[in-house]
């Protein structure tokens, strides 16, 4: 070793060993490397998928660091990661857990909502509800039809567009659209200066006034036929006794009874009235007596005046 001090070269060396162990203590500060024994408690959950998520990747929960991915395996067809989570941070029964991405280059992992039972997963237990990661490829299988359709679309419309005649009629539809918003204006305009029947409808306070006596007259019309109501259910006046008098009703069921009772008997020839209404004989009686009595009002007639006369002269010779 020189007197003077180090050389060149173990100044180099001393310089990289510092180096190497700056660079060590920001990787384990950066990647949070546990370099002794792993605090925290194990929880897993199996996704679907959980494509881009390796070993080592974050656990959050409200965008807070709060454990580890510590394995991914394939379990059934399935990807099961466990996690190591903080002993500070209890996760609850019915919590969820999602395959998220972060930044721009697309870092993967698991983010978990917490839920609101009051029982906590235990040690070694197991999130039940899951949400796996999007995968871009079939994404991209999905959007890609819908693309095509775009494509489509847009080459109809192109086509549509650069067509002369199209413009021409294009152009003749906006102008006929000018010249119906500027007569919707112009009639907005008129209604609003209160002319045409429209404009009077819209502005004219008579028509309102009217109307609001309508609407009074009918009220009143309503409050008066519901006191009419009234009366009638509480049994006032003759509409009341005639809907709630249970005697008037009685009468008149006996007088209807008594009716059909009496028709009954005629049509069965009963009684006088039976007998005149079902009894041909007595029809036929009848006829013939009136045949008499018109014979003999007609000879009556025919010795009146020889009798007037005779007692005429009988009178004269006394």
Do not use: W
Not at 79 to 108: H, W
Not at 228 to 257: C, I, M, S, W
């Amino acid at each position: 070793m020189d007197k003077k001090g180090f050389g060149p070269e173990i100044k180099v060396g001393i310089f990289v060993l510092i180096g190497l162990v700056i660079l060590a203590y920001m990787s384990i500060r950066l990647g949070k490397i546990d370099l002794g024994r792993e605090k925290g408690y194990h929880v897993s959950a199996v996704f679907d998928s959980v494509s881009g998520l390796v070993k080592d990747s974050p656990v959050e929960m409200a965008g807070i660091e709060i454990g580890r991915v510590k394995d991914v395996t394939l379990k059934d067809g399935q990807a099961r990661v466990d996690m190591v989570i903080s002993p500070r941070v209890k996760i609850r029964k019915d919590a969820q857990a999602m395959v998220r991405t972060k930044g721009v280059l697309g870092d993967k992992f698991i983010e978990i909502m917490q839920g609101r039972e009051e029982a906590y997963i235990p040690p070694e237990g197991a999130i039940a509800k899951t949400v796996s990661a999007a995968d871009l490829d079939q994404l991209l299988v999905k959007v890609e039809p819908a693309l095509d359709d775009i494509q489509s679309v847009a080459a109809g419309l192109n086509k549509f567009v650069g067509d002369k005649e199209n413009q021409t009629n294009f152009k003749g539809l906006m102008a006929d659209l000018r010249d119906a918003s500027a007569s919707f204006k112009n009639i907005s305009g008129d209604v609003e200066a209160g002319k045409g029947t429209l404009g009077k409808l819209v502005k004219d306070e008579t028509l309102y006034n009217k109307a609001e006596k309508t609407v009074s007259t009918l009220e009143e019309t309503v409050g008066t036929l519901s006191e009419v109501a009234q009366k009638v259910e509480r049994g006032e006046g003759t509409l009341g006794k005639l809907v709630n008098d249970e005697t008037l009703y009685n009468k008149a069921k006996d007088t209807v009874d008594t009716l059909h009772n009496v028709a009954q008997k005629v049509d069965k020839g009963e009684g006088t009235l039976g007998k005149l209404v079902n009894d041909p004989s007595l029809y036929d009686e009848t006829k013939k007596a009136v045949k008499s009595v018109t014979k003999a009002t007609t000879g009556i007639q025919e010795q009146v005046p020889v009798t007037v006369l005779g007692t005429v002269v009988g009178t004269v010779l006394r």
